[in-house]
């Protein structure tokens, strides 16, 4: 329990106020890669999102590492509920809701975020409504389209 307290520490101060964001968020600092924020749902007590950066290749756009995260706000705890790609494998495929996986994959998996999360802190990512590029819906349906484009 204590990796998942420490990445909902992380993710709080990553994203202090889920509900003043648009639904697509960027991070932007210079000299470092944008850090994509997209909020899926939320709900009383969770918020579930997919935070990314977004890479480019001869296939076109791709998210990695692309995780999807649980954040529940009344136990305080965040999670990894399912990572799509890591390192730009666009098969890699994790996925905690659909599969069940041993302690020590879900373990690998939100150790991976904890050690993430850190790294974008001290980057100096943070997803602050008055800091943030905020990204229109048109937006964001182009980048959706891109990163589909990309999978097929």
Request: charged share 25%; hydrophobic share 35%; aromatic share 10%.
């Amino acid at each position: 329990m204590e990796l998942y307290e420490s990445n909902y520490i992380r993710l709080r101060n990553l994203v202090p106020d889920p509900e003043a964001l648009p639904a697509v968020t960027i991070s932007r600092v210079s000299g470092v890669l944008d850090l994509h924020l997209h909020i899926v749902e939320r709900c009383k007590f969770t918020t579930t999102c997919n935070l990314t950066y977004v890479f480019q290749d001869e296939r076109g756009f791709f998210p990695a590492p692309d995780l999807r995260v649980r954040i529940y706000h009344d136990a305080q705890v965040g999670e990894v509920i399912a990572c799509g790609r890591r390192r730009g494998l666009r098969h890699a495929d994790y996925n905690r809701m659909q599969h069940s996986y041993s302690l020590e994959e879900k373990w690998r998996m939100n150790r991976f975020l904890q050690k993430w999360l850190g790294y974008c802190l001290r980057q100096g990512h943070r997803f602050n409504p008055r800091l943030a590029t905020c990204i229109s819906p048109e937006s964001a349906d182009s980048i959706e389209e891109n990163l589909l484009i990309a999978e097929s």
